[in-house]
């Protein structure tokens, strides 16, 4: 399993960002996926949650009407859409996904909001 986050950077409060992550090494359409992050000095938190086919997302409620995750089961990949961030959202954003009793994690990246 690799997991492959890009799409991270600095943004001014209020701005967006989109970050993108590749999947491979198992049958990416099978498998729910989640987006976590880790601010400095805090435990790691669980963002947002697509399920397999897209059909159902989840969010927690720090970011629930900013964010926004899908996916293109065609492109292996998963997306979390962050609008009118804030500085609290600066973070390490990671992608997981739990496999056969197992979670898997990308190496993350990094959201830096600040003006």
């Known amino acids: 399993v690799q997991l492959v986050e890009s799409g991270g950077g600095l943004v001014q409060p209020g701005g967006s960002l989109r970050l993108s992550c590749a999947a491979s090494?198992?049958?990416?359409?099978?498998?729910?996926m989640s987006w976590y992050r880790q601010a400095p000095g805090k435990e790691r938190e669980w963002v947002a949650r697509?399920?397999?086919?897209?059909?159902?997302?989840y969010y927690a409620d720090s970011v629930k009407g900013r964010f926004t995750i899908s996916r293109d089961n065609a492109k292996n990949t998963v997306y979390l859409q962050m609008n009118s961030l804030k500085p609290e959202d600066t973070a390490v954003y990671y992608c997981?996904?739990?496999?056969?009793?197992?979670?898997?994690w990308g190496k993350g990246t990094l959201v830096t909001v600040s003006s």
């Open positions: 697509i399920t397999s086919a897209g059909g159902s997302k």
């Open positions: 090494g198992f049958i990416f359409s099978n498998y729910a």
């Open positions: 997981n996904v739990r496999r056969q009793g197992m979670d898997f």
